[in-house]
Structures are given as structure tokens and as C-alpha cells.
């Protein structure tokens, strides 16, 4: 009975106290609850921003510090970084390899970047550095150069000792403001300029590149307006045939007729062209070009003449694109043997398969194969004797008064000779070159020294005169012969 009127007496107090206590339970529970998830928000945005290879920060992270900073108008260098050879790493050690060489990466930068300095991996194996809060180019040289000094200091994996070498662009903005764009682009196009120049070093964007830069943006929309208004055409350079002279060749070049610049080779835009991923339109239209001349010569009496047309070697991994050029060529009453494909650049020997298929279905409609190796090397012949080749291109470039140069020539002449190509000797120059091209056996010749590339009106009139021309031709090829 007193438990009761105890109660009774204090049941109020009572109240507030287990009130307090699920106030404070609850207090906790809410807390814990708030804190996990606060955590857990944590740990998905740490996920979000960062690499989970490299353990570094990624694209995403790049960007948004770099808005921060932009923002902030903090002087900084932004740095860009691509290894240079990664890919062959991968190819040759296998992938496993290669992700320990960017977690080695990431190593080299703890041990080379200073405190205000933060590396970030933004895919494959590019990376990119903020050096935040600089005040001069040669404080960012310091620490520039500690990096080259760690990058330097090969790697050990698994039983291999690998030597990672890197091209790295810098921008800076002390004395200037720029946009995340520009920063961006300045960056990159330093990086490429240094590759480009040999790369395993550093470079500072500076005005010239940014020139360059800014012409690139302007072809970017003058070369989308070529095609609109049909700027673009083809120039032809001559192709001596020595066995038979009989029978002329031209070789199918790129031309664009610029409204400001005048008349430009393929040289000064094709790079531009294929960041654009215009080259396949490109070939399709030269290609078109070639064919429409072929029958055009035809009409005019001139069927003895072969035209060979450039096709990049990444466009023959493109079931579509080979489907489309093969049939535009039947589409074409072509004479015989009248047309010749030339891939462009050397062919990828892990990718052998991928040529025989395109260049047998090529062979199929009569088209004859020629592989432009301008700097082919004796190893790389014999992995090419399986594809349906049937001339390979070299170039007299490598001849000097250097007897060995001229025996490494004659040898590389008899290594296609007994593989079963015809050789086209190009860049003939000098008399010199050219006689030496005769006497080592080459099929034909090409260069500036014999003929320069021409318009097609002009290739019209040799070929009406090509009959004086030939018996110089001939005299020359006979007075050669008896020097041997």
C-alpha cells in the first residue's frame, strides 16, 4: 500500500523522468541513424569521385576542383599526362601488368607531388595534376623535375623491371583567367606537342600553341563546310612503270581547295580530319574521284593507265566501310586491273586477319593491293607474306653516300622480290636515287624528280604526249642498265 501512495505521491516526476529518457533515447537513435547515413553519403561520394584502380581521384573529381579553384581565382598549373608506350606494355605483358603500372603511378605521385598538389587519373593511362596556390613557372619546374626524377626510377612487376616514360603539358594561370575549356585544351594540346617532339619530358603552353590551337578550331569548322561546298579534289602524281613502260600510273591524292589558304595537300589537314572522324568520308570520296577518272580516260582512248587511291589502314577494321567501297567499285565498268588500293601507314601484325579478309574481297572485284611502308622494316616483310599483297611501297629517303644505307635498300628490294612483290621505290629526288632505285631492280618509280603531282587536266596532256616522254624514259632506263 505505501509502493501505491508512493507512486501515487511521485507519479508526475516519474512521468518527466521516462519522458526525458526516450527523449534522449531517441536523440541517440536519430544521431546514429543521421551519422550512418551521413557516412554512407560519404562513402558513395567518395566512390563516385574516385578511381578505383589507382585509388586516386578521377575525371569527375578533376573537374569539380578545378571549378572550385577556377572560381576561387586561385593561381595554379594544370597539368595533363599520357604514358607513352602503355599500350605496347599491355600488348606485350599483358593487362594484369599494366593496372600494376598505374597503381605504380599513383605511388610516384605520393612520393613526387608536394602538399598542394593533387593527382588525379581521368581514364586508360591519362592522368592529371593541380598544382594549387604557385606564384612563378619556376616553382612549378621544381616540382616538375621531382617528378621527372621519380618517373625516371623503373618499376619492379612481378619478374619484370618496366620503365614508364610520360609527354606532360602545363598551363598556368598567374598572369592569366581561363575557362575550364581552355584550361583543358592549352593542357592537352602542350601534352601532344611534346609527344609529338619525343616525348618523357614536359611542356609549357605558351602563345604559339594557343595559334595553333585556335587555327585547329577554325579548320574543325572549315573543313565541315568543305564538303558542303565541294572544296575538296585530287591531284595526281605520275608513276614510272621500268618493266613496262608501256603502261603509266598515277597515284590518287588528296587535295582541298581552302576559299582563304588556296590549294592544300592532305598533310596539312588530314590529322584534323581524322580527330574529326571525317576519313572515311574522305577516302569514299577520293575513291569516287578515282573511279569517275579511270572511265573517263577510258572514254578518251586511254585504257592502259593503273590509279591507285589512299585508304587509311583503321578504316579496314569496319565491316561497313569495306562493304561501301567495295560496292562503289563495282558500280564501275573499271578496266582491268585499272585500279590499285594503297594502305596507308603501317599495318597492324596483330590485326593480320582483319586485312586478309578485306584486301581477298578486294581481289575478288579485280582491285590489285599495294602497301605504302615508306619506312618498312626487313622483320615486318615476313609477317605480311600470308595477305594478298601485290607491290609494296618503299621510300629512296633512306639512301645516303652511306654504302651500308644502300645495302640495307638493295637488301629490303630482294626481300620483297623473293616474297613475290612488285616494289615501288617513292620520293625519288635526285638522279642518284633514281638510279639507284634501277639498277637495285625496282618494278616503278615515283617522285618529284621524275614528275610532280598535277592537276588532272595537266595528267590529260601528258598522257596525250606520253609517247615522246616514254622514249626518254626508255633511254634512260637502258643507259642505267649498262652501268650495272
Known amino acids: 500500500m505505501e509502493f501505491l501512495n508512493y507512486i501515487s505521491e511521485y507519479k508526475g516526476i516519474l512521468f518527466e523522468v521516462l519522458k526525458a529518457a526516450i527523449i534522449a533515447i531517441a536523440a541517440i537513435l536519430i544521431y546514429i541513424l543521421v551519422t550512418r547515413k551521413k557516412e554512407g553519403n560519404s562513402k558513395v561520394r567518395k566512390q563516385a569521385y574516385t578511381d578505383e584502380l589507382t585509388g586516386k581521384g578521377n575525371r569527375y573529381l578533376f573537374y569539380s576542383d578545378l571549378d572550385r579553384l577556377i572560381a576561387q581565382e ?6 595533363f599526362m599520357d604514358l607513352d608506350g602503355f599500350k605496347q606494355i599491355n600488348d606485350a605483358l599483358g593487362h594484369d601488368v599494366g593496372d600494376e603500372v598505374l597503381k605504380a603511378m599513383s605511388v610516384k605521385f605520393d612520393e613526387a607531388l608536394p602538399n598542394n598538389a593533387k593527382a588525379y587519373r581521368l581514364g586508360g593511362d591519362e592522368f592529371a595534376v593541380i598544382i594549387d596556390q604557385v606564384n612563378s613557372k619556376e616553382e612549378v619546374i621544381l616540382v616538375l623535375e621531382n617528378l621527372k626524377t621519380i618517373m625516371n626510377k623503373p618499376v619492379e612487376i612481378d619478374t ?4 614508364i616514360e610520360y609527354s606532360l603539358g602545363v598551363v598556368l594561370t598567374i598572369d592569366e583567367k581561363y575557362s575550364r575549356k581552355e584550361l583543358v585544351n592549352y593542357a592537352d594540346n602542350a601534352m601532344y606537342y611534346i609527344k609529338e617532339h619525343g616525348g618523357n619530358d614536359y611542356y609549357f603552353h605558351n602563345d604559339s600553341l594557343k595559334a595553333k590551337l585556335d587555327n585547329n578550331i577554325k579548320m574543325e569548322k572549315d573543313l565541315m563546310k568543305a564538303f558542303e561546298n565541294n572544296e575538296f579534289g585530287i591531284s595526281l602524281q605520275p608513276r614510272i612503270n621500268v618493266k613496262d613502260t608501256s603502261r603509266i600510273g598515277f597515284e590518287a591524292l588528296l587535295t582541298w581547295n581552302h576559299p582563304v589558304l588556296g590549294n592544300l595537300d592532305a598533310a596539312y589537314f588530314i590529322n584534323q580530319a581524322e580527330t574529326m572522324g571525317l576519313t572515311i568520308k574522305l577516302d569514299v570520296y577520293v575513291l569516287k574521284a578515282v573511279c569517275e577518272k579511270i572511265m573517263d580516260f577510258k572514254a578518251k582512248g ?9 585508304i587509311s589502314n583503321k578504316n579496314a577494321f569496319k565491316k561497313e566501310f569495306v562493304d561501301t567501297i567495295c560496292t562503289i567499285i563495282t558500280s564501275y565498268d573499271l578496266p582491268v586491273n585499272s585500279l590499285q588500293i594503297e594502305m596507308t601507314g603501317n599495318l597492324e601484325t596483330n590485326r593480320l586477319e582483319t586485312y586478309k579478309i578485306m584486301f581477298e574481297r578486294l581481289k575478288q572485284i579485280g582491285v590489285d593491293i599495294i602497301i605504302n611502308n615508306l619506312e ?4 615486318s616483310l615476313e609477317l605480311l607474306k600470308e595477305l594478298p599483297i601485290d607491290e609494296i611501297k618503299i621510300s629512296s629517303s633512306i639512301l645516303s653516300s652511306d654504302l651500308i644505307n644502300d645495302k ?5 628490294i630482294n626481300l620483297c622480290k623473293d616474297l613475290g612483290y612488285k616494289v615501288i621505290v617513292g620520293k625519288i629526288s635526285d638522279d642518284r636515287k633514281m638510279i639507284k632505285a634501277i639498277t637495285d631492280n625496282a618494278d616503278k618509280l615515283q617522285g618529284d624528280f621524275l614528275f610532280k603531282k598535277m592537276e588532272e587536266s595537266l595528267a590529260e596532256e601528258l598522257l596525250n604526249n606520253y609517247g615522246a616522254y616514254r622514249l626518254r624514259i626508255d633511254d634512260i632506263i637502258v643507259n642505267t642498265k649498262k652501268i650495272i
Open 74 to 79: 586561385r593561381n595554379m598549373a594544370v597539368c
Open 160 to 163: 619484370n623491371t618496366i620503365s
Open 302 to 310: 586511254f585504257e592502259n593507265v593503273q590509279m591507285s587511291v589512299n
Open 376 to 379: 618498312i622494316k626487313q622483320e
Open 408 to 412: 640495307v635498300f638493295l637488301d629490303i
